[in-house]
Every structure is written in structure tokens, then in C-alpha cells.
């Protein structure tokens, strides 16, 4: 039984000031939501301060991070590592954005080190997926997301991606507000499945959630859920809003 993650990714938003309201207002909007798993990914500027908040709320939102290096210490300038999170409270890191593959330059090889760190740390790794525009007209959707996962799993014990989240983030649709069709969502995320099934078998497959990001609001997350392999959302844009990020983790009523 998959509990569904509803994920929201602040980026480089909101000062430990606005961040603190955000949490207060979002966990009084979602109190008492059950069944489902509801993580706010904030700047590494107001983790900590995020973290200390839920634990004074008692609130059930979940810390995660948005990135970080995959060595414990050490002369790394202006990195963070898994046991800084781990200590402050982080529970899920995202791993691999198309931000930070993009932007940043993150290379799989880069990111296979950051998946092994991150479950080495007893942390829960979001590792993001997915192919541009220019790959998906010319057939290669499924190509490159297969290519990413073999690359980026190399690391890890076959049976770890059972405790893993994936988030299929087709980059065409981060920030747009062009959304893949729930039809397109359920097809990646099935191929998603299908290949963790062929590394770790279907047992392990069948327990990682895989969520799809890309453009999701209030007004189409119904009818994402509805698809039998989305097992949650990543949410940019619409979560650093709590009323409209407290309606898509509310998406059953
Ligand atoms: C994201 O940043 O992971 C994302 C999906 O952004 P948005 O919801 O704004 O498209």
C-alpha cells in the first residue's frame, strides 16, 4: 500500500521570516488530513528554522530538502551534507531536479553519489526524472528516462528503491503551466514501474512511490491522482502559496 506524498518544492522562495508563516498557515489549513504524506521543501537558509517550527506545531508535514553533497564533511565550499540534513530534521531530499541537472550542470554520475549518501543517512531521496520538450517530440521520452534511471541507480542496493520516491518531471511542463495529461503521467510513470521492476523486481517496484511534477495546481491534481501508478505530486509554484497548496494535498474531498 503506496501512501500518496503531495511535495512541495520552495526553490530558491521565501526568507526564514515568510517561510515560518507559510508553515504555520499550511499546517493549520491540513490538520487532521489523513492517508496522505505532505513534505514542504524549503531553501537550506530555513530548514532549520522550519524544522524546529513543525517540531513546536506537533505538525504531521514532513522536512525535505532540495538538495545536497554527497560526502559526510569536509573542504566542500558552500555544501551542505546528509548529516547536516539528517540533524536538522530533514526526512525526504530531492535529488537530480532538472534545475540542477540544467543550470547546474549535475551530471548522473553526480547524482549516483548523492542517492547512495542520502539513503546511507536513513533519509528518503526524491530522485527527479524526465525529458525536455525537443526529446519528447522526437520520441525520446521514454529513451532518456530509461537512461537517467540506469545511470542514477548505479550506486544502490536494488532492493533501496523500494524505499525510494521518484517524481517523473517532464521539463516541458516545470513552471509553464503546461501540464502532461493525466494519460501522459500515468504512461511515464508505468514505464517508470516497469523498469524499477527490472533492476529490483516487482515486489521492490511495487512499493516506490512515483509522483509527477510539472505545472500541478488545485484544478488538475483530481484527476492526476486518479491514474493508477501516480502516487503523488511534486508541486513548485502552487506550494509556496498555503491555501492553494493545502487544496491540492486535500485533493480526495
Ligand atoms: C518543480 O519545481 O518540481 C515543479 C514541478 O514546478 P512547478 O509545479 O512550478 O511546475
New binding site residues.
Given amino acids: 500500500m503506496r501512501i500518496p506524498l503531495i511535495a512541495g518544492?520552495w526553490?530558491m522562495y521565501k526568507t526564514n521570516d515568510e517561510a515560518a508563516h507559510t508553515v504555520r498557515e499550511l499546517d493549520k489549513l491540513v490538520k487532521g488530513l489523513a492517508g496522505v504524506h505532505i513534505a514542504v521543501c524549503p531553501p537550506f537558509t530555513a530548514l532549520a528554522g522550519v524544522g524546529r517550527l513543525l517540531t513546536e506545531l506537533d505538525s504531521k508535514i514532513w522536512l525535505g530538502a532540495q538538495n545536497v553533497y554527497p560526502e559526510p564533511e569536509g573542504a566542500f565550499t558552500g555544501e551542505i551534507s546528509p548529516i547536516m540534513l539528517s540533524a536538522a530534521g530533514v526526512y525526504y531530499v530531492?535529488i537530480g531536479?532538472?534545475?540542477r541537472r540544467e543550470i547546474l550542470k549535475e551530471t548522473d554520475e553526480l547524482i549516483a553519489e548523492k542517492l547512495r549518501a542520502v539513503l546511507e543517512n536513513n533519509m528518503v531521496p526524491i530522485l527527479?526524472i524526465g525529458e525536455t520538450l525537443e526529446e519528447r517530440e522526437a520520441g525520446r521520452a521514454q529513451g532518456k528516462v530509461q537512461d537517467q534511471l540506469k545511470k542514477d541507480l548505479s550506486l544502490i542496493d536494488p532492493e533501496q528503491i523500494a524505499g525510494m520516491v521518484f517524481?517523473y518531471?517532464p521539463i516541458w511542463?516545470?513552471?509553464?503551466?503546461r501540464?502532461a495529461t493525466p494519460d501522459d503521467a500515468q504512461e511515464m510513470n508505468s514505464f517508470i514501474r516497469q523498469q524499477l521492476a527490472s533492476v529490483g523486481g516487482a515486489e521492490v517496484a511495487d512499493q516506490a512511490r512515483i509522483l509527477y511534477?510539472?505545472?500541478?495546481?488545485p484544478q488538475n491534481i483530481k484527476d492526476i491522482m486518479k491514474m493508477e501508478d501516480v502516487d503523488g505530486?511534486?508541486?513548485?509554484?502552487?506550494?509556496l502559496n498555503a491555501e492553494e497548496f493545502s487544496s491540492i494535498a486535500r485533493y480526495k474531498e
Fill in positions: 518544492n526553490k530531492i531536479h532538472s534545475e527527479c517524481a518531471e511542463a516545470i513552471g509553464t503551466g501540464t511534477g510539472g505545472s500541478v495546481k505530486a511534486l508541486v513548485g509554484g502552487a506550494s
